[in-house]
């Protein structure tokens, strides 16, 4: 860090008085109280000490390795004394009245020059005739309990000496100990200037001990006090550890152990390696030279000095879009690393996130030495493969993340994760998603106390219940790089929201004339609030459906002026010639229309292809208007000048806050406009709800756990079962408290006690044949040991859903009796998603042609799966059915036709018009069967019986995965490089893996059509990145083959 976070303070002295230092002690018990450094509020600035009401506290010895390593100290003493004994008018009667306080400050002014290092010591001396003329009674009462808290502070070793004095002084004359001892510590004035009587164990902690009697005093002034502190010191050093009261012996415990466990922190030189908040400084100048990142925002220096973050707490910090949190959370990650070489997790919500984030972090990772490794689709190992020579940053998807850790879990490696990072931390509140985050979080915190959580989101309401879920701390901030001003639309009337009134402010009419044709086709002046930031300006229009994103781009760029076609005309006619190859000759009708006119649409029925090129043009101004859907929102970062929100309205569903935020958050971009803009188009009759939409909290942030029963709490509890985390029904209560559903079981289960909820999951599993066990009706804390049974470990460890489990085993079974390999339609039907089939609907003229042309073999197939023939003729023909048929079967059927083709055909475009479906629709269908036969690849090499499965899987799901010809696929491993580019980059000449990592960005550049120097970078350092963990692996690999056993029979 740029301080440590904890440090020995030592006392300071001047250059010339040092004369040896002694070596830093190791921890143990020799370790002596020191002060402690603490970091000033404002995290940089001089270390402040502990406030302590005795300067005296640090050790008296100082930097000295004794005290016959300082000649000029001992002769202060000396003269000292010397001067003492020739003005013994000096010497003055004690005074009954002074205080304890008034000594110290008087030994303090008198002797801060002489006694520089021997800090407030205080001197004992009674004169006998004075001290007898004081009040002997009150003396005694008042100083008995004085003596006994001072003895109470002191070090054994101090006691021991004293009581050792008690001893000797007690032989000569025990009755009168008490009393001259009394009359000793009472005659302070005398005691400040009367040096030569000081007491022989002259305390480090600046308290008066006391001598006991009169032939003590008697005996020291014939001794010369530099002779005295020799001793006395050499007492001390030697004396013998002394039998005290156990609330002392635990006091000075407690402060040994402290004291050693800061030493061993700042011992510790891992932690801090260089001057960028503990990083080298080549971490900022790769962030200025990746990234143009010249010096952080203020609130981005404070977050990063938090004390919490410091003592390596948990963090949820949250502030606007585009605030610059991901930075924060990237150097916290990079300290990780580099400073406490641990492995880092990052969660993020999409696949497209995932990919953005290593091929943007891959080039640091390079530099500075650590792997980054892609988690998500059907890519990642599991478990990781253990590095000894390099520490990894896994980024994962929200799933991937849960599978991630659970294997880390069974492996026992979570001590290897030292850090897990969430990027919108919202998403604990959203459907099986959310509840899959809550299962991974709850497990990393219930398992492993050294792995530091971070979480960041926009939009958090409820913070309390997520700080207690995370245990962790909060930290907050309004700070936007760039203003941003909501204005609502109605009518052609503008208004701005005012967030101190609550309201809506008058602010303009808009000034734009329109025919009535024009007024016709754009009601809510959609052209008119383009036109005044376009084409100079960027601008983002959010519409409720996909359909309306066509329409808006569609319309808006017929009523454009002509000029608006000659901005970076080139560069537009370059595009539809890119997203022409991408179709194999074949670009969609409206984006060929709006394109000229810099105008596309966005959402989910473009293609990765397409939906890629279309958001690089538009980060590079060639596009300056996209009409898009609310998911770009929460997608990669776009963000406009203006943002202008067509409607109140995601699909049906009004708008909800967190919604509405995150797309007003896209306006603005930092570095490039001075403001950012929003208007929301109301029409009348939702104003009164826009009004309370502007002006509402943000949405809580509620446990999904409950909702979504077999991807939630049953999936958890056989998972809990299977890594051995709980396998009693107590266990299990245990850890559910420690989730979000157990900090809001009061909210969310008033039906029923989380215990009850736990028994009732525990038994379904157990009906399913998942678990094995007993618990009892009567005692729900029964302690009955659970087991999970081989298809339970199957499922958890493969992310199968609960509610498929079971037939996915009886479908592979049944496989098993005579599964075609002809083809591998049989193959890609066990690996068609079940989820998808609900929302399917066949058109039965292209299933029954479908149908007609299949082989002998391939009806096979059909006949194995239970479709039979007449059924789809009849459905085709418009017949009425009769025998039942299960439609979910055929339903899976005809998805796994649309899969069959594009494995054959590899081209999205031509199999989306031939099953009449959008290409959007058949690419997500491809992702998902890509990760769903990930998932049953896992499932079957967690069951023997299942063996021949394994080989076969493997191959589709890669096919699945990248849907290419085969010489393509090293290329698209690439993170970023999708079909259309990898085409490109093959003909060009880089046909490997290593071609790419051993190529030159320029010239890629120079080969490549429409390809930026940036993006070449980032290919390039994507490639190394990738060839490096292959290499990685294999050196791994060979070093453990060859690596002897400890355990060969015949050698000791």
């Known amino acids: 860090m740029a301080e440590p976070r904890l440090a020995v303070r030592r ?48 050790d008296m010895f100082g930097d000295y390795d004794g005290f016959y390593g300082n000649d000029s100290l001992l002769e202060q003493v000396d003269d000292t004394e010397h001067k003492y004994l020739q003005d013994k008018n000096l010497a003055i009667k004690a005074a009954g009245g002074i205080t304890l306080g008034n000594l110290q400050s008087g030994v303090h002014q008198e002797n801060q020059d002489n006694f520089s290092t021997l800090e407030n010591m ?28 001072i003895l109470d502070e002191l070090p054994s070793s101090q006691l021991l000496f004293l009581e050792k004095m008690d001893e000797v002084s007690s032989v000569s004359r025990v009755s009168a100990a008490s009393e001259r001892r009394n009359n000793c510590m009472n005659s302070s004035s005398d005691k400040v200037r009367s040096l030569s009587s000081c007491c022989p164990d002259a305390d480090h902690r600046n308290r008066p001990t006391t001598i006991a009697s009169d032939s003590k005093c008697d005996l020291f002034k014939t001794e010369s006090l530099k002779d005295h502190l020799k001793s006395a010191m050499t007492g001390n050093a030697k004396a013998q550890l002394l039998q005290v009261s156990r609330t002392k012996q635990l006091r000075e415990a407690s402060l040994s152990e402290e004291i050693c466990v800061a030493k061993k922190t700042i011992e510790s030189s891992s932690v801090d390696i260089g001057p960028f908040y503990g990083l080298p400084s080549k971490v900022k100048e790769l962030l200025r030279q990746f990234r143009g990142i010249e010096t952080l925002y203020e609130w981005q220096h404070d977050c990063l000095m938090l004390e919490s973050l410091q003592q390596r707490k948990n963090l949820i910090y949250s502030l606007p879009t585009s605030g610059g ?16 070489q641990k492995d880092v997790l990052m969660i993020l919500p999409y696949v497209a996130l995932v990919q953005e984030k290593v091929r943007g972090l891959s080039s640091f990772g390079l530099e500075l030495g650590f792997l980054v490794e892609e988690y998500a689709g059907s890519k990642g190992r599991f478990p990781p493969i253990k590095r000894r020579l390099k520490k990894s940053l896994y980024i994962a998807t929200i799933e991937k993340g849960h599978a991630l850790v659970n294997a880390l879990i069974e492996s026992e490696r979570m001590g290897d994760l030292g850090l897990v990072v969430v990027d919108e931390l919202h998403m604990l509140g959203e459907g099986s998603r959310g509840a899959a985050l809550e299962m991974t979080l709850a497990k990393i915190l219930y398992t492993s106390k050294s792995t530091q959580i971070i979480g960041m989101s926009a939009t958090l309401s409820n913070i309390g219940d997520l700080q207690k879920f995370l245990q962790a701390e909060y930290y907050t901030n309004n700070f936007r790089p760039v203003e941003l001003k909501e204005y609502v639309k109605i009518g052609d009337t503008i208004y701005e929201v005012d967030s101190k009134t609550e309201g809506f402010t008058f602010s303009r009419l808009l000034n734009f004339k329109y025919s009535s044709n024009l007024e016709k086709a754009d009601p809510d002046h959609i052209i008119a609030l383009v036109t005044e930031v376009i084409p100079k300006y960027s601008c983002l229009v959010f519409c409720p459906t996909k359909k309306n994103c066509e329409n808006v781009s569609l319309m808006v760029s017929k009523y454009l002026k002509i000029e608006f076609r000659a901005h970076r005309e080139k560069e537009k006619q370059d595009l539809i010639k890119n997203l022409k190859s991408i179709g194999n000759g074949s670009v969609c009708p409206v984006l060929k229309q709006t394109i000229p006119f810099g105008i596309a649409y966005h959402h989910s029925g473009l293609t990765n292809d397409e939906r890629k090129s279309i958001e690089e043009a538009y980060s590079a101004g060639i596009l300056c208007l996209l009409a898009c859907t609310a998911t770009l929102a929460a997608g990669v970062n776009l963000p406009a000048r203006r943002v202008i929100l067509r409607a109140p309205y995601v699909a049906s569903d009004f708008l909800k806050k967190n919604q509405y935020k995150q797309m007003i958050g896209r306006a603005g971009r930092a570095g490039i406009d001075s403001a950012g803009e929003s208007i929301l188009i109301v029409q009348e009759k939702d104003k009164h709800l826009v009004w309370d939409l502007v002006n509402r909290p943000l949405e809580n942030c509620y446990s999904h756990l409950l909702l979504e029963l077999t991807k939630g709490i049953q999936s958890l509890l056989l998972s809990l079962v299977g890594l051995k985390i709980a396998v009693t029904h107590e266990e299990c209560n245990n850890f559910l408290c420690s989730t979000l559903l157990g900090v809001q079981q009061q909210l969310l289960s008033k039906e029923k006690s989380l215990s009850e909820i736990i028994k009732d999951g525990l038994e379904n599993l157990m009906e399913k044949g998942l678990l094995k ?73 292209i299933y029954f042609r479908q149908f007609n042309q299949l082989s002998a073999a391939e009806q096979k197939v059909v006949d194995i799966v239970g479709v039979p023939e007449s059924f789809i003729t009849k459905k085709a023909s418009g017949q009425a059915i009769r025998k039942n048929v299960d439609t ?13 083709a594009l494995l054959k055909e590899t081209n999205i475009w031509s199999v989306s018009e031939k099953f009449n479906m959008s290409r959007g629709y058949v690419q997500n269908l491809l992702n998902s069967a890509a990760s769903f036969a990930s998932c049953v690849l896992r499932f079957c090499e967690e069951l023997d019986e299942f063996w021949v499965y394994k080989a076969l899987l493997t191959e589709l799901t890669k096919q699945l995965t990248y849907c290419v010809k085969m010489e393509l696929i090293p290329l698209m491993e690439v993170a970023g490089v999708l079909e259309a580019r990898a085409k490109q980059l093959y003909n060009a000449g880089y046909k490997t893996l290593a071609h790419l990592a051993n190529a030159d960005p320029e010239t890629m550049v120079k080969m490549i059509e429409h ?42």
Not at 327 to 339: D, F, K, M, R, W
Request: glycine residues 4%; contains cysteine; aromatic residues 4%.
């Open 122 to 149: 205080v001197a004992l001396k009674a004169d006998k005739e004075d001290a007898i003329q004081m009040n002997e009674n009150d003396s005694m009462d008042s100083n008995q309990e004085l003596t006994e808290s």
């Open 773 to 845: 066990g007993r618990v009892s009706e009567k005692d729900h804390n029964s302690q009955s040991t659970l087991t999970i049974t081989p298809l339970g470990r199957a499922t958890y460890k493969g992310s199968v859903d609960l509610a498929y489990c079971n037939l996915l085993y009886r479908e592979l079974k049944k496989g098993l009796e005579g599964l075609v390999l002809e083809t591998n339609l049989h193959l890609l039907y066990l690996a068609t998603p079940y989820d998808l089939t609900y929302n399917c609907s066949p058109d039965w003229m």
């Open 888 to 900: 979910a079967v055929v339903n899976r059927l005809y998805l796994t036709f649309v899969l069959y």
């Open 11 to 58: 006392r300071s002295c001047p250059a010339s008085d040092r004369k040896r230092r002694r070596p830093s002690g190791k921890p143990g018990n020799a370790c002596s109280p020191v002060a402690l450094k603490t970091p000033s509020s404002g995290g940089e600035g001089p270390p402040t000490e502990i406030p302590c009401s005795n300067d005296s506290e640090e």
């Open 1011 to 1052: 390809l930026s120097r940036r993006q070449a970078k980032q290919i390039v350092s994507s490639a190394k990145m990738l060839l490096s963990e292959k290499a990685e692996a294999l050196q791994e690999e060979a070093e453990e083959l060859l690596k002897v056993p400890t355990d060969i029979p015949g050698t000791y």
């Open 325 to 340: 949190k991901t930075l924060v959370a990237e150097i916290l990650i990079l300290q990780e690393l580099l400073c406490r």
